[in-house]
């Protein structure tokens, strides 16, 4: 299939958004397959059956809308592209397993040039892999910024990380920020001041190297900047947004929290983007990921069929799909048009991350491991006692990452559990072999309480672990924990 892909698809790319001598052209009625999450399913087949009615070529679909999540899709279409949905959403961090998985067709002139005429550069970026665009961007809406507490911290001070700790201190309120588990906020300061982390692949989706600028001199001032909340008494790890009820005035994190926090704060909720912080005198706005839904075209062996698909795409991710699901699932858009409506930017949630989406980059394919190995970057630059020492935290990550590329091939094929295990805080990898029988068991049994956590991995990495959902003991006691790769069982056997 991904043959004879290849070879249609530049006829299929000349049909999907040529201007066509008569509405004959695309003219019929068309099987297609879509996956949306849940939530939207009804959604889209009303916009279907709107597309439907209003389009000019006469086309009809008749449509079969599944829920499928934008987690899960990528997987099912790179497991089977053939078998796989003909429009389908997918987070933004799958996009270039699907390209090199040939599950994306690569859009031609007008589609490129209507995907970045009307959606934000970010998420334009997002769908876009060397100089072609293979995706429609859906929303704009998974990033973060700042929740705030306004009868504590005044609208002025947001601007500014050290004002924002000086109110936080005065009130004896907490400033939640992320910075010690979790190496997705952690990179915010590093994004600041220009640091980059860009992971490369090959053909087939293997990591082969990394451009990662962390430990540099521009490094040094993004770890000398977060030390400064890192060292005050009123910072917490958390990205939570019920923490304002538990003593925080602000909270780093993004619209899913919305709901919680304007509980809790009521009149006196505010959100911002991100504040800068000052070292040397000049000031650093503070980086964040940016994520996004795209909405994908699979590649069609029928070029018309594929012209079809395309047009359909473009109605279901305009301005107009975008704000209907805007409206009735509150996703945040990507279109230009809805993000500077009057309704969008009346949200005060959605008005801060546009505004914070000006510092943001788009969050790519990045090696598994690299969370754990960038999340400890926090803890080391909080028990530094000077400039020597943070240089250290930064050169003790560079070991780190070199070390991913110098793993043997039975290093990356081993299956690893990490968790909550002896008092454990997700950060070690304990080992296992595998037996005769195929299963993998960790190389001594450990005393476990009821309620620890844990997940077996391979290659040290998140890009492959199981369960689903951590593994949770149920009754106290000694175990060894086994894998089952065949049947990707995780359990527990005492010892």
């Known amino acids: 299939m991904?043959?004879?892909?290849?070879?249609?698809?530049?006829?299929v790319m000349a049909l999907s958004m040529c201007s066509f001598a008569g509405a004959s052209s695309l003219e019929g009625t068309y099987d297609v397959t879509i996956w949306v999450g849940e939530k939207a399913v009804d959604l889209t087949l009303k916009q279907v059956e709107d597309f439907n009615a209003s389009n000019e070529y006469g086309i009809k679909i008749n449509p079969t809308v599944e829920a499928v999540s934008e987690a899960d899709s990528a997987t099912q279409m790179v497991t089977d592209v053939e078998a796989g949905a003909d429009l389908y959403c997918f987070a933004q961090d799958q996009f270039a397993r699907l390209v090199q998985a040939g599950a994306?067709?690569?859009?031609?002139?007008g589609a490129s040039e209507f995907v970045k005429t009307n959606n934000d550069a970010g998420t334009v970026a997002a769908a876009t892999s060397g100089e072609a665009i293979f995706a429609y961007p859906l929303t704009a809406d998974n990033g973060y910024f700042l929740y705030y507490d306004k009868s504590v911290i005044p609208d002025e001070d947001v601007d500014s990380l050290e004002k924002l700790i000086a109110d936080c201190e005065a009130a004896g309120k907490n400033f939640s920020f992320e910075l010690n588990t979790s190496a997705w906020y952690l990179a915010s300061f590093f994004f600041a001041t220009g640091c980059v982390s860009e992971w490369q692949t090959d053909d087939d989706g293997k990591f082969i190297s990394v451009h990662d600028t962390?430990?540099?001199p521009e490094g040094l001032i993004a770890v000398k900047g977060m030390k400064k909340l890192l060292d005050s008494p009123i910072h917490v790890s958390s990205s939570a947004g019920d923490d304002f009820a538990s003593g925080s005035a602000a909270v780093v994190t993004g619209t899913w929290s919305y709901d919680t926090v304007s509980q809790i704060l009521g009149e006196n909720f505010g959100a911002a983007d991100l504040p800068s912080f000052e070292v040397d005198g000049k000031e650093?706005?503070?980086?964040?990921?940016?994520?996004?839904k795209l909405m994908g075209v699979k590649p069609q062996t029928d070029a018309v069929k594929g012209a079809v698909l395309n047009q359909l795409a473009q109605y279901l991710t305009g301005e107009k799909g975008q704000m209907e699901r805007f409206e009735a699932?509150?996703?945040?858009?990507?279109?230009?048009?809805?993000?500077?409506?009057?309704?969008?930017?009346?949200n005060a949630t959605l008005a801060a991350l546009i505004a914070q989406n000006a510092y943001s980059i788009p969050q790519g394919q990045i090696h598994g491991s690299w969370w754990d190995l960038a999340k400890v970057i926090a803890d080391?630059?909080?028990?530094?006692?000077?400039?020597?020492?943070?240089?250290a935290a930064l050169d003790n990550y560079s070991e780190k990452m070199a070390a991913l590329f110098t793993m043997s091939d039975a290093e990356m094929n081993a299956w690893t559990v990490i968790g909550s295990i002896n008092g454990d805080d997700w950060s070690v990898d304990l080992p296992m072999t595998k037996g005769d029988d195929g299963v993998w068991k960790t190389d001594e049994a450990y005393a476990m309480d009821a309620g620890v956590e844990f997940k077996v991995r391979q290659g040290k990495s998140w890009d492959n672990n199981f369960p689903a959902d951590n593994f949770v003991v149920e009754t106290a006691g000694t175990y060894y924990v086994t894998f089952d790769e065949a049947t990707e069982t995780v359990a527990i056997v005492a010892e």
């Open 104 to 109: 994306l067709m690569q859009l031609g002139a």
């Open 380 to 391: 080391d630059v909080k028990a530094a006692t000077d400039d020597a020492g943070l240089q």
């Open 329 to 346: 699932l509150g996703w945040g858009p990507s279109n230009l048009a809805d993000q500077a409506s009057e309704a969008v930017q009346n």
């Open 214 to 216: 962390f430990n540099s």
């Open 284 to 292: 650093y706005h503070l980086g964040s990921y940016n994520g996004c």
């Open 2 to 11: 991904k043959k004879l892909v290849s070879l249609m698809l530049a006829l």
